[in-house]
């Protein structure tokens, strides 16, 4: 039922699209008929380079798919179109360095399925590193950096090689977070943030990292409100959080955007965050905004700075990040940590590039 791939299929060099989505049957199917969408899909995956993950119980859905971005367009508009589901819910979607699913085609999990089987092909002396994947499947879904980066950086000290982390530890590690969902002990968004978490730990792995580099892998931010803005709800909430997360966090509350550009220019975070009001909307700060962020990254001396904006505005769809020239605007302030983390990323290896 499982075909693995040569993990040399992958380019590790090239980005690709991640989608994660979930959906209802529009009828339950039987197990031949999902053995049988799933054989189709898989063959379909293997001809476009399309890895991932589907999850099925209970009459709903949950799949990942990762893949060349035309590729993964051109499956996702045929899987949009498929009357076998509806209700059809995008829980994230981004540009990803690193395949979290790299050897397989499809992977199938339901409830029922043996949980403490393992891949074909793991040796004897991998299963020491399968012993750890219930304490990486809690870090990733506790959004615990800093733990799940000591723990990796530890196994990248013992000698293990990036290939045997991916398969044996972050891959398995992946597949227990589905059982989770599926026995209802994580939601979805847990889901997919603990996802995000699992491919940025591949990423460094990947990008060959030394221990100590991922053991101290942690990023900075500035919590900022708009100059003159006076609620402070979003940058003391977002603290904590961030804080718990593992990263640097320094708080700013500047009267002018000269005041915010100082603080960047000395401080020199990988990334802001901006607050307006998270009670008012308040429209007329717009243009305002759009210069302050100018001014900061102007300010940020090698103009890697990842922009964040949050605020009512923001959080109702009223502006988007792109009207004020921003990198991300919050939603809500669950998963920002992750996305920012991202974005950091992505910065820095396009920098790397260029
Ligand atoms: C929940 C669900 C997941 C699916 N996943 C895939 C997939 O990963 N790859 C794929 O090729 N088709 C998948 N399919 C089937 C597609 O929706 C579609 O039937 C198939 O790609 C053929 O599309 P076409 O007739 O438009 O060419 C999935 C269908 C469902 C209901």
Redesign the pocket.
Known sequence: MQAQRDHTDVDPGAWIGSITYR?EAVSAPSPAELEG?VA??RA??HSLG?T?M?LYDGGR?L?T?EGPPAALDH?WS??Q??P??AAIDVLSQHIVPTRLFSGWD?QLYRRSKDKTRLSPGVARDMVPLTDHIPATARFALNGDDRRLNALIGDLVGQGWVSDALVTHLLEPTARALGDAWLADDCNELDLTIALSMLQLAGHAIHAGSTAEGIRQRRYSILLATAPGEPHMLGPTLLGDMFTDAGWIVDMAFPDSDEALARQVREQRPDAVDIALSDALPRHHTLSTLRDTIAKSRTASPDELLVVSVGGRLFAEAIATAQSVGADHARKSAAGTSVRLAWLIEQRRRGHLLS
């Open positions: 959906s969408l189709r899909a379909r995956n399309i991932g589907l859905y799949q798919l499956i045929a899987i179109n498929d076998r589901h499809l």
